[in-house]
């Protein structure tokens, strides 16, 4: 039974993602001693007694609805901006033109500071607060950096954003707008880690970094909770994936893992597909190598800011994740990356970013390749508003004082 201000929650440890060797709760913690990843491990026979199918029914339609899934013990340490559940688009059209079976679009913009990367941060500096953190620092391509200061400032945490210099503008200010003390730095993001290390004891921060921390993971996670419920718990085929840090497929495998132990979902589970840029693949490369750790790619620029990501620390648990949902990784070229936007856009009326741009053009190579039958139903995750990244200038004008020859419109 949950006592005053508490929710039911069902942690009983957490564990190195390599080893398996366990850690504490209620602990703060970044990597393992090993320096992987810590995952965190629920006691699933006590929570399939405590919650239910049913239960969802009647709670409010946001990321806590499923709250015996994550590991906020305090209610009045939830930090929420109103983490709704995103919709799950058809998009009828471009199936039809492809010859392929159902696309769903898994439309993430619609979060606070308009991407996925609201759902690991509001779990994440939930999870801080309950364990007294005072002060963040991350590094970020963009969105990320936005949602920790927003989540920050809500729950008057003080938070220190690193970006590279060449971050989009927009989320760089928006960083700043919601209270970020936000820094560009001249390199990529995987050179920005010494600088959160260096001043971890003079500036007495926690690091916040992808996956240098147990709980990005577990807010990620409620993308695959979500995916199974809006299907009635039937999960789609084949799931496409931007792979920057890879939270998100770590987190939605662990999801169908946790639903199948508490039989809310059969065995089937959709094979995961890793989508990044052929000019910054190291997940790629690793599947098609075939080996447990993917090498850091050497520079890694990418025109999509989500998939700049050359080196990440939980690079094995990605490629795990693949190897066992039988799913693969596709490099795409940025140069397609604009004109499939504009596509999907005019074709179905969905705004992708470019990293959703991204998933759809792997999910055309796929088909076309036969790697995706015609039959199977893809889900394409557009993982932030495309209202963040820049669009085609409009040139096209109208002079209303002259006669208007409307043919020619």
């Given amino acids: 039974m949950s006592g005053p201000g508490e929710v039911s929650t069902f942690v009983t440890h957490l564990e190195c993602g390599l080893t398996s060797e366990r850690y504490p709760a209620d602990t703060l913690h970044n990597l393992s001693r090993g320096g992987k990843p810590l995952i965190v491990r629920y006691d699933l026979a006590a929570l399939k007694q405590a919650a239910s199918k049913e239960t969802l029914l009647y709670r409010a339609p946001d990321m806590w609805r499923y709250r015996e899934f994550l590991p906020v013990r305090r209610s009045e340490n939830v930090v929420s901006l109103g983490e709704c559940i995103t919709p799950l688009i058809d998009a009828p059209r471009i199936a039809k033109r492809l010859g392929g079976g159902q696309i769903l679009v898994k439309e993430e913009g619609r979060l606070p500071t308009g991407s996925f990367k609201a759902r690991g941060l509001a779990m994440a500096v939930s999870m801080a607060k309950e364990l007294g953190v005072r002060r963040i620092a991350m590094p970020t391509a963009g969105n990320a950096g936005a949602a920790l200061a927003a989540y920050c400032t809500r729950a008057d945490i003080e938070s220190y954003v690193f970006c590279p210099d060449d971050a989009p ?104 597909v890793a989508v990044q840029s052929r000019t910054c693949a190291p997940i790629v490369r690793a599947m098609e190598q075939g080996t447990e750790f993917a090498v850091p790619w050497n520079g890694g620029h990418t025109s999509v800011p989500g998939l700049r990501v050359p080196f990440t620390v939980g690079d094995f648990l990605i490629l795990r994740v693949l190897r066992e949902s039988k799913g693969f990784g596709v490099a795409i070229d940025d140069d397609e990356v604009e004109p499939a936007r504009a596509e999907f856009g005019a074709g179905e009326g969905i705004h ?50 002259a006669p208007i020859d409307y043919r020619a419109l």
């Fill in 169 to 272: 503008e927009v989320t760089v200010n928006e960083t700043a707008l919601l209270g970020g003390n936000v820094y560009r730095v001249n390199g990529i993001i995987t050179d920005l880690g010494p600088i959160i290390e260096g001043g971890r004891e003079p500036m007495g921060w926690f690091n916040l970094s992808t996956l240098k921390e147990p709980y990005r993971v577990e807010g990620k996670k409620t993308m695959g909770l979500e995916l199974a419920e809006q299907l009635g718990w039937e999960l789609p085929d084949v799931i496409f994936y931007p792979t920057g840090g890879g939270t998100g497929l770590i987190g939605m495998w662990k999801a169908f893992d946790e639903l199948e132990a508490i039989g809310w979902i059969g065995s089937k589970r959709p094979r995961m």
């Fill in 352 to 401: 992708l970013c470019p990293e959703g741009a991204a998933t759809y053009l792997a999910y055309k190579m796929a088909l076309a390749d036969g790697r995706v039958s015609k039959t199977d139903r893809v889900v394409l995750f557009n993982c932030a508003t495309g209202l963040k990244y820049p669009m085609p200038a409009v040139s096209r004008t109208l002079n209303r004082h």
